[in-house]
Structure formats: structure tokens, C-alpha cells
């Protein structure tokens, strides 16, 4: 019904940037929530920013003032713009999104693939 398709992970020297895509695509009636999430090993997934339709953002503590969300509306498509990049950042990031599918009138989560971003020397 719905497919997330993350793009841009790499390997990235510390103090370096990186900047994550998630087009969302299929029978999308509107997009409530945008997010990413990451996975380091050994940890558990957790949220590093999200972006409602309306805008407004928030962000974990680890990575706020390096990391920004965006999104373009009409690509249904968020941003992920990661500077000032250190190895703890490294890990799968996820996109999410919490979509309303045409017919159905409940919003549901959707996940990307997974794109590796790692951050060594």
C-alpha cells in the first residue's frame, strides 16, 4: 500500500555531514507524522527527530543543534540533514511514517528499509 524508501547513508569521517531522504510513495491519502529512528548495535531503536504535518519538530536530546528534519509536501518526502557527525551516531536509521491510506480512515505506521550510517576515522 505504502513504501518508504530511505536514501543517503554512508561511511563519514567524525565531525563530517551526512543527509538521509525518505520518499514515501502508493496510496497515500495524507501523511500525519514523519520521523527517523535508529538502531545502534547492542541498543535498542530509538527516535532521533520526527516532523508533523503541521511542522513542528522535535529531537532527541543526543542530537539536537547538529541534526535538522525537513520535509517537502509535495514529494512526500522528509530530510534527514546530520552535521557534526561522532561515532555514537552511528547505527540504521529508519524512516517512519504515519500515513492515512485512501479508504481506510485510521492513520497507520509505515517503515524504510534501513540505510547504515557509520561514523569512523
Known amino acids: 500500500q505504502v513504501q518508504l524508501v530511505e536514501s543517503g547513508g554512508g561511511l563519514v569521517q567524525p565531525g563530517g555531514s551526512l543527509r538521509l531522504s525518505c520518499a514515501a510513495s502508493g496510496r497515500i491519502s495524507s501523511i500525519k507524522n514523519m520521523g527517523w529512528y535508529r538502531r545502534a548495535p547492542g541498543k535498542q531503536r530509538e527516535l532521533v527527530t520526527a516532523?508533523?504535518?503541521?511542522?513542528?519538530?522535535n529531537y532527541a536530546d543526543s542530537v539536537k543543534g547538529r541534526f535538522t528534519i525537513s520535509k517537502d509536501n509535495a514529494k512526500n518526502t522528509v530530510y534527514l540533514q546530520m552535521n557534526s557527525l561522532k561515532p555514537e551516531d552511528t547505527a540504521v536509521y529508519y524512516c517512519n511514517a504515519a500515513v492515512i491510506v485512501y479508504g481506510v480512515g485510521i492513520p497507520h505506521d509505515f517503515w524504510g528499509q534501513g540505510t547504515q550510517v557509520t561514523v569512523s576515522s
Open positions: 516532523i508533523t504535518s503541521g511542522g513542528d519538530t
